[in-house]
C-alpha cells in the first residue's frame, strides 16, 4: 500500500496512517481499512472510533455504540472479544530509509531512542567499514518496548519501501521501554518476546550483537527493573545462543556512578527534570564501546 509520500510503502492488508516520530511522516496500522487515530501513534479497525478513555491509552469505540462500556478496554486488543471495545492498535514505523550497501558490509542497529542518538557516532567512528542505519526510521521512541519490536520486526528488517535488506550484522537492544510495564510474570513475558525477535534475526544470516539497557538514572527502584531485565536477557536470551554483547549499563554506571546520579557530564539527567539520554560526549562515549564490537564481528569467521 502506497503512502501519500514515496518514501513509505505499506505491507498487504495494513494501512498507511500519520505517525508522529516517523521520518517520513507515516507509518502502518497493521489492521485492512484501519481508522488512524488523531494521535498518529495508534490506530482502530474499521467499524470503530478511536477516543481516549484513560490516561493510560487510547481505546477503540464501537461505532453503533453497542459495545461494553466498563473500562476495561484497554486490557485486550480488538479481535479477541468480537464487538467489544478494545485496545487500540500501534502504528509501527518504517524500516531504514536506504537499501543494504552494494560495496561495503552493511549493520542495523535495532533499538531505543539512546541506540537512535550514538548511531551517528558509530557511523562516524566506523568511517565506512560498515554501512550503518538505524532501524526504525524514526525521531524518537525507537524500537520501544519487546512487545512493539516483534509486532512490527517484519518491517523493521526492510527498508520503509518494503526491500529486504540482509545486514551483515545487527546491533540490538530492548528494555528501557519495558522498564514500566510490570513485574512478575512479565518477566517471562519478555523473555519469551526476546528470544523470538532473536530467532527471526538469526534466520536473517547476519551476525548479532546484544547491547545491555542503559540506566534509568533518576529512580534507582525502577532502575532495579532494567537491572533484572538485562539480566533475564543475557541469561535466557543472548548469552545461550553464543552471542556476544557490549556492556553500556556497566559503562554509564563506571562513568556516572550507581543509580540515582544526577549531572552527570555524560547524562542529560538533571535535578527537576529526570532523563535518560546523553549528550554528545555520552553518545561518543557509547560508540567507542560499540563500533570495535562490530569491528570485531565484521572480521570473525
Known amino acids: 500500500m502506497t503512502c501519500p509520500v514515496e518514501s513509505t510503502l505499506c505491507p498487504t492488508n495494513t494501512t498507511c496512517c500519520e505517525s508522529v516520530y516517523s521520518l517520513s511522516g507515516y507509518g502502518c496500522c497493521l489492521l485492512p481499512n484501519a481508522v488512524c487515530c488523531e494521535n498518529r501513534q495508534s490506530c482502530c479497525p474499521t467499524g470503530y472510533i478511536c477516543t481516549n478513555t484513560t490516561n493510560s491509552g ?4 464501537k461505532e453503533d455504540g453497542h459495545g461494553v462500556l466498563n473500562g ?23 524500516g531504514p530509509e536506504y537499501n543494504a550497501s552494494s560495496s561495503q558490509p552493511t549493520c542495523l542497529i535495532l533499538g531505543d531512542s539512546v541506540s537512535i542518538g550514538y548511531t ?17 526510521w524514526s525521531t524518537d521512541g525507537g524500537a520501544c518496548s519487546t512487545s512493539y519490536a516483534l509486532s512490527c520486526i517484519n518491517m523493521f528488517t526492510r ?30 513475558e519478555y523473555v519469551a518476546e526476546l528470544t ?29 527493573v532494567v537491572e533484572i ?13 553464543r552471542i556476544p554483547s557490549v556492556d553500556l549499563y556497566q559503562a554509564v554506571i563506571a562513568r556516572c556512578g550507581p543509580s540515582p546520579f544526577w549531572n552527570c557530564s555524560i547524562s542529560l539527567n ?27 564481528l565484521l572480521h570473525s569467521q
Not at 58 to 61: G, L, N, P, R
Not at 120 to 136: A, E, T
Request: hydrophobic share 35%; aromatic share 10%; charged share 15%.
Open 159 to 188: 527498508t520503509a519501501r518494503l526491500n529486504p535488506i540482509r545486514p551483515n550484522v545487527y546491533l540490538f537492544n530492548f528494555g528501557l521501554h519495558d522498564y514500566n510495564l510490570g513485574t512478575g510474570d512479565f518477566f517471562n
Open 270 to 296: 538533571r535535578l527537576g527534570s529526570p532523563n535518560v539520554h546523553y549528550n554528545s560526549d555520552g553518545y561518543q562515549y557509547l560508540a567507542s564501546l560499540i563500533s570495535p564490537a562490530i569491528e570485531k
Open 120 to 136: 551517528p557516532f558509530v557511523v562516524s567512528k566506523l568511517n565506512g567499514s560498515c554501512f550503518v542505519q538505524h532501524s526504525p
Open 58 to 61: 487510547t481505546a477503540c469505540k
Open 229 to 241: 531485565l538485562n539480566k533475564m536477557a543475557l541469561g535466557h536470551v543472548i548469552t545461550p545462543a
Open 72 to 94: 476495561d478496554e484497554l486490557n485486550f486488543p480488538c479481535g479477541q472479544f468480537q464487538g467489544q471495545d478494545c485496545k487500540s492498535s500501534t502504528i509501527c514505523n518504517p
Open 196 to 224: 523470538k525477535i532473536r530467532d527471526h534475526l538469526l534466520q536473517s544470516g547476519a551476525k548479532l550483537l546484544w547491547a545491555t539497557t542503559t540506566p534509568v538514572p533518576y529512580s534507582r527502584d525502577v532502575n532495579t
